[in-house]
T-cell receptor
Framework: GENVEQHPSTLSVQEGDSAVIKCTYS??????FPWYKQELGKRPQLIID?????GEKKDQRIAVTLNKTAKHFSLHITETQPEDSAVYFC????????FGAGTRLTVKP | GAGVSQSPRYKVTKRGQDVALRCDPI?????LYWYRQALGQGPEFLTY????????KSGLPNDRFSAERPEGSISTLTIQRTEQRDSAMYRC??????????FGPGTRLTVL
């Protein structure tokens, strides 16, 4: 089955800096790669996603890149703000969905 | 309602009891997924449905866990003879045709 690995497990950046979170997946048939943000005590919220026929997608300060050959994808957050602090999860899906272990991002004001 | 709902939000039970967790998805969403999320971890896939058909139950830990979605809408996850290791947040998510999933608030299960 699919196995998703996520790095780093914790990330601390200064407000205004960029943050990058990386994931790798094992199943070459996976074709959908979402990213979720989870604040303490809340449900995961979809923030951006990318499909296997696209290499990059951007939404304001958030972008995701996908390298199908290498089977890895990354989340990029630019101009980070304290409210970006949360746990971020990547996932890979063909029909079921498998999640990474999460990255705790802290943005220091 | 506009979003996914789950009930109960909290369930405390004694070891050996059966529990049933309910998920009420967004109207019209074909796919429904069940996950278990331990504190500080990512959601762990349990099972999913398209309409009323259970497509994949490979993530169910053992035969004490079962799920159904008889009319293709509301789903129930049942855990029989609960054990302390079953304690976790159980989340459902429903999906549109594009594959995106929207999570419910979860049921926090505590087995004493």
């Amino acid at each position: 089955g699919e196995n998703v690995e996520q790095h780093p497990s914790t990330l601390s950046v200064q407000e205004g800096d960029s943050a990058v979170i990386k994931c790798t997946y094992s199943d070459s048939a996976s074709n959908y790669f979402p990213w979720y943000k989870q604040e303490l005590g809340k449900r995961p919220q979809l923030i951006i996603d990318i499909r296997s026929n696209v290499g990059e997608k951007k939404d304001q300060r958030i972008a995701v890149t996908l390298n199908k050959t290498a089977k890895h994808f990354s989340l990029h957050i630019t101009e980070t703000q304290p409210e970006d602090s949360a746990v971020y999860f990547c996932a890979a899906s063909r029909s079921d969905m498998r999640f990474g272990a999460g990255t705790r991002l802290t943005v220091k004001p | 309602g506009a979003g996914v709902s789950q009930s109960p939000r909290y369930k405390v039970t004694k070891r050996g009891q059966d529990v049933a967790l309910r998920c009420d998805p967004i109207s019209g969403h074909v796919s429904l997924y069940w996950y278990r999320q331990a504190l500080g971890q990512g959601p762990e896939f349990l099972t999913y449905f398209n309409y009323e058909a259970q497509q994949d139950k490979s993530g169910l830990p053992n035969d004490r866990f079962s799920a159904e979605r008889p009319e293709g809408s509301i789903s129930t996850l049942t855990i029989q003879r609960t054990e302390q290791r079953d304690s976790a947040m159980y989340r459902c998510a429903c999906g549109g045709v594009s594959g995106e999933q929207f999570f419910g608030p979860g049921t926090r299960l505590t087995v004493l």
